[in-house]
């Protein structure tokens, strides 16, 4: 004789988790309720809202793309323990994860701004002057999301099994041709995953952008300092710009669940 | 704390008047004296002066303890709107306190100072800005507030006026924005308040704009509707208004007297 | 081409130290438990884990002296067979063969077709455009094999080739496998725990324990004459260690036998072979010299026997029948009566260590 088996649901699991759980969806839902559905198509495609929205998905990809760029290698270094000190470089990495990023953009500025321990060199030689540009929101996204997909790939690369890479290099293959051709391929669901997070994170970075960047509409003016500054004047914009930005979010997360799954739980 | 004689007769006199601008019950005024905690939602370009003013009010109302909450004014009218648990609200300009006045959130407000813009720049002046008319120039890096703010409509006002153009690289959410700016030395100038001048002191230099070419902003202050202490509330904002050592402070600070 | 490796390689508190030689055209099997050193010894003549000390020449040439020189397993002219095949899971079986002479700079083209002619000559064409998540163990395996001699090496190294597969598949992978072996023209070394793949597939085999070489000749000589307890277990006989003299030998650890050859003298080993030990519920009357008592330690079902160890002086394993078992009413814990003929000791002189 069997008995029918149910996954057990203890209420001292359940309990906190629903207040989780409504706790999450419902700033969404009073988001959404609040929202100005009548304005909205018209508030969103007003010239400062596509401005923002176009500049918030430029700098927020450009950012993770040179976060990628430099990360994956760092990630890399940092699985293999080719720094003398690991915990202390993976330290120095997660270190923008935890600073408030008003801080980070304070670090920002004492580094790459115009009088900056860099950033006068670059201006006084190149003339070139990151605070208030797009190049300058970009930096600070990068500053601040680059940890997410660094820690990822980190990961990633420890679980990594070794033979395949012995392989490919037992078959003649440069480490060049290895990275490239097996080491990336097999931790490409990692590698999306820690980018969509780093996207994410980019996508949202708020307090270091204004602090190294300023905020001028056009130029520097990302979604969430378009959302802020509209908050100063006008309301109803501000959440049709929430509204707008939550949207975009949604769908890349949408789009790419199955990847995303598939990279978080390997 | 003892109260000299002549505190104890101007603890009268505001009682008296705050009772008598703000229209509460006079009966429930007489029997009611400040204590307890306020807190203030104040302008940006208030944060130097406001703590000495509410450690005068604390002195002279003891038992009261002002606490405090600095940021745009616009912001702090959106925070007062939404319900912040606020007891006295004072902005750098009229129109954003009007939309608190408006929504039903803040009491009739009292006009309790006056401010002017002034041009700061970072110490050594490297980009040699003289002028207003230098901050059109391309070589200069200006910042300003957002037009949202009072400091910042005040700036564009100041340009409009005297007929320049500058672009800006920035619109900082809040006059102290534009001074950090400055001081960084990441911009060569930045439109503030005279007060905000005379309050970073060596940090920044400064451009004076003659009185006939410069705008003003006034500063209105309201005690909160919703306020949990009204007493105290209504007693600080009579107090910023009404007080010699408040009005004395301002002075002292830079601000000028709105009437 | 013939490897020279007189190495020792130190991770952490192991230290795997060998000498030896391997040349062309002999199958090698690196025999040993878990934790032996057989896949150091495999990744330091690929290349993959450079020796603390000595040196490893690949015909002529030093390719690691533990110091200046190093030659990276790109330049070995390997072919590996990693254990579980280590298949690139992101390219068909086409390109996994064809990853070789790609990566050595033949053109996509050519590297295709060499590949496509490796799988034809491997027997499994049929497989090319499969991922290697649609083929089965056996067919991973001649895939794994494809790729490492695509490169066309001279030194042919597989790590467990057939520990991967299920009993069922592993005599005709086996066997197949021995095919392909046997007709390679370099240098062969595959790493194994399984006795069986050594004795089948090896002209010669290397025991490891523990970092070093503990035996060293063909699968016959590790029959007839283990030179250790675990040799000798992986074989399925006792190995007794005592001395002998006048045609007695006394067994360390307690026990006496008659052994048949009286000019045997000093320390010797002997190999007991399980069929030839009877077991008895009562003293056995008969031939056979030695006798003694023991006790039943545990009962084994191997195949259609039954491996039975015996507690005694010496301890030894014998092998019965089912029936036997049954007739003589087995089960841990009986006494028993332990016979065995001189004739049957096979005694030689303890390996010098």
């Known amino acids: 004789m069997s008995t029918r088996r149910t996954t057990p649901r203890p209420a001292f699991l359940v309990i906190p988790g629903s207040v989780a759980l409504a706790f999450l969806i419902i700033p969404l839902l009073a988001l959404l309720w609040q929202a100005p559905w009548g304005d909205l198509a018209s508030i969103i495609s007003s010239p400062l809202a596509l401005d923002a929205l176009r500049l918030s998905l430029v700098t927020s990809l450009t950012a993770t793309a040179f976060a990628a760029v430099v990360g994956v290698p760092l990630a890399w270094l940092l699985a293999r323990d080719v720094f003398p000190a690991t915990r202390l470089v993976r330290a120095i990495v997660i270190v923008p994860l935890l600073l408030p990023p008003v801080v980070s953009g304070v670090m920002l500025l004492s580094a790459f701004g115009r009088r900056g321990f860099v950033g006068q060199y670059l201006y006084s030689i190149f003339g070139i002057q990151l605070p208030f540009t797009t190049a300058g929101v970009v930096l600070a996204e990068a500053f601040v999301a680059m940890p997410f997909l660094i820690i990822t790939l980190e990961g990633a690369f420890r679980t990594l099994d070794r033979r395949y890479e012995d392989a490919a290099i037992t078959l003649g293959a440069s480490s060049w041709t290895v990275f490239r051709r097996v080491t990336i391929p097999l931790i490409a669901p990692s590698l999306l995953a820690g980018a969509v997070l780093c996207w994410a994170r980019a996508l949202g970075e708020f307090g270091a952008t204004i602090t190294f960047a300023g905020n001028l509409p056009g130029v520097t003016q990302t979604m969430p300092l378009a959302v802020y500054s509209a908050l100063e004047s006008d309301r109803s914009a501000a959440i049709a710009l929430s509204v707008l930005l939550l949207a975009v979010c949604v769908g890349v997360l949408v789009a790419l669940r199955g990847y995303y799954l598939k990279g978080s739980s390997a | 704390m003892r109260l000299g004689r002549v505190g104890a007769i101007w603890l009268a006199a505001v009682t008296t008047v705050a009772v008598s601008v703000i229209g509460t019950e006079p009966g429930a005024a007489a029997t009611a004296a400040p204590v307890g905690t306020i807190t203030v939602s104040a302008a940006s370009s208030l944060t130097d002066v406001f703590p000495v003013i ?15 909450n600095f940021g745009g004014s616009s912001a702090l009218v959106e925070q007062v709107n939404a319900g912040a648990p606020v007891d006295v609200l004072a902005t750098a300009s009229e129109p954003t306190m009007w939309k608190a006045v408006n929504a039903g959130h803040a009491g009739r407000p009292l006009l309790f100072a006056k401010n002017t813009m002034a041009i700061a720049m970072p110490p050594g002046n490297s980009a040699g800005v003289t002028s207003l008319s230098d901050l059109s120039r391309t070589d200069v890096i200006t910042a300003a507030c957002a037009v949202a703010v009072p400091c910042g409509s005040a700036a564009r006002d100041l340009f409009a006026r005297n007929g320049v153009t500058v672009r800006p690289v920035t619109f900082e959410l809040d006059v102290r924005g534009v001074l950090g700016k400055v001081m960084a030395d990441e911009v060569d100038a930045g439109i503030v ?3 905000d001048v005379r309050a970073a002191g060596s940090a920044v230099t400064s451009v004076a704009i003659p009185a006939d070419r410069n705008v003003t902003t006034t500063y209105p202050i309201a005690a909160v509707i919703s306020s949990a202490n009204p007493v105290t509330a209504k007693a600080f904002v009579a107090y910023v208004r009404y007080s010699r050592s408040a009005q004395g402070i301002l002075r002292a600070y830079g601000f000028a007297r709105p009437w | 081409m013939t490897i020279t490796f007189d190495a020792s390689v130190t991770r952490g508190s192991f230290t795997l130290s060998v000498a030896t030689e391997f040349e062309p055209g002999t199958v090698v099997a690196v025999l040993g438990p878990n934790g032996s050193g057989k896949s150091t010894l495999l990744r330091a003549i690929a290349g993959l884990q450079p020796v603390s000390a000595g040196s490893v020449g690949i015909d002529s040439v030093v390719v690691d002296d533990a110091s200046h020189v190093f030659m990276p397993p790109q330049g070995r002219a390997i072919g590996l067979v990693p254990q579980d095949y280590a298949l690139f899971p992101h390219l068909s079986v086409r390109d996994n063969v064809a990853f070789g002479p790609r990566s050595r700079g033949a053109g996509r083209r050519a590297a295709s077709q060499l590949a496509d002619a490796t799988l034809v000559r491997l027997g499994i064409s049929d497989l090319s455009n499969r991922r290697p998540s649609e083929i089965s163990g056996g067919q991973a395996q001649r895939v794994a094999l494809a790729r490492a001699l695509a490169t066309n090496p001279a030194i042919l190294l597989l790590d467990e080739p057939l520990a991967a597969l299920d009993v069922e598949t592993r005599d005709a992978v086996r066997a197949e496998l021995d095919i392909h072996l046997t007709s390679f023209a370099g240098c062969a070394i595959f790493v194994t725990h399984d006795p069986l793949d050594a004795l089948l597939l090896a ?12 035996q ?22 006792t190995l007794l260690r005592g001395s002998a003299e006048g045609g007695l030998m006394s067994v360390d650890g307690g026990g006496g036998l008659h052994i048949a050859d009286a000019t045997v003298v000093g320390r010797v080993q002997c190999v007991v072979r399980p069929e030839s030990v009877t077991l008895h519920r009562q003293q056995p009357e008969g031939s056979a010299r030695n006798t003694w008592q023991g006790i039943v330690r545990s009962l084994q079902p191997s195949h259609d026997r039954v491996r039975v160890l015996v507690d005694g002086e010496p301890s030894i394993v014998a092998v019965v029948t089912p029936a036997a078992v049954a007739e003589l009413g087995l089960v841990t814990g009986t006494p028993v009566w332990l016979s065995m003929k001189a004739v049957d000791l096979a005694v030689y002189r303890s390996p010098a260590h």
């Open chain 2, 54 to 68: 509410a450690a005068a009010f604390e002195k002279r109302f003891p038992g009261t303890t002002v606490r405090f």
């Open chain 2, 193 to 195: 308040y005279v007060t």
């Open chain 3, 203 to 214: 002209d010669r085999v290397l025991v490891l324990e523990e970092g070093r070489i503990v």
């Open chain 3, 216 to 237: 060293d000749g063909t699968p016959v000589d590790l029959a007839h004459q283990p030179a250790t307890t675990y040799v000798a277990a992986l074989m399925g006989v």
